[in-house]
């Protein structure tokens, strides 16, 4: 059980350059959210998914999009890349079917934009 | 729109003392609230989940209270250690897609 990853853990884009961020769980959680964190600051939430084929904007949307095809999958798209968009990633997980009621992180992608 | 904040946004305390960290909230119509340790350049540990109808949690060492009518949570921690220096971070569950806002955190050094 290897609970929620994300894959890179670094990458270094150039500006106007597109890349996708993954993350995959495997809890079978219906629930998936992207959030970023700037240095020095709180994790603000970009994207989230109540389920298969269902996702909607959160607070900071804007120059990224998402998908959620199957259940395990939640990748961010960032398209032209902006100094901006530098940030720490979280991918998190949640199931409402009962249990802990905890999100689940994700250990995080570091993206710089150069 | 739900704000939460922590104070103090930096906390030095010698090895064995106790402490306090502080976080309110301004809508106090949430679900539940999560406390996380995040050590540098690193991810997110839960290390308690209060649900709204209950006023505490404990483990080990920590203890975290939430008075959701003041909007008001506190995560107590018991004879600091220097493994305990990281920054904590609170986050308010209102329910709605169970999204979480974040305060922007309480960065602790335990000092020997």
């Known amino acids: 059980n290897a609970g929620v990853t994300q894959t890179p853990k670094f990458h270094i884009l150039k500006i106007g350059q597109s890349m996708t961020l993954q993350c995959t769980q495997d809890?079978?959680?219906?629930?998936m959210y992207w959030y970023r964190q700037d240095p020095g600051m709180g994790l603000k939430l970009i994207y989230y998914?109540?389920?298969?084929?269902?996702?909607d904007k959160g607070e900071v949307p804007n120059g990224y999009n998402v998908s959620r095809s199957t259940t395990e999958d939640f990748p961010l798209r960032l398209e032209l890349a902006a100094p901006s968009q530098t940030s720490v990633y979280f991918c998190a997980s949640y199931s409402d079917g009962g249990g802990s009621y905890e999100q689940y992180f994700g250990p995080g992608t570091r993206l710089t934009v150069t | 729109k739900q704000e939460v904040t922590q104070i103090p946004a930096a906390l030095s305390v010698p090895e064995g003392e106790n402490l306090v960290l502080n976080c309110s909230f301004t809508d106090s119509a949430i679900y539940n609230l999560q406390w996380f340790r995040q050590d540098p350049g690193k991810g997110l540990t839960s290390l308690l989940l209060?649900?709204?109808?209950?006023r505490e949690q404990t483990s080990g060492r920590l203890n975290a209270s939430l008075d959701k009518s003041s909007g008001r949570s506190t995560l107590y921690i018991a004879a600091s250690q220097p493994g305990d220096s990281a920054t904590y971070l609170c986050a308010v569950n209102t329910g709605t897609a169970s999204k979480l806002t974040f305060g922007t955190g309480t960065r602790l050094q335990v000092t020997l």
């Open positions: 998914s109540v389920g298969a084929g269902i996702t």
């Open positions: 809890m079978n959680h219906n629930y």
């Open positions: 209060i649900q709204s109808s209950q």
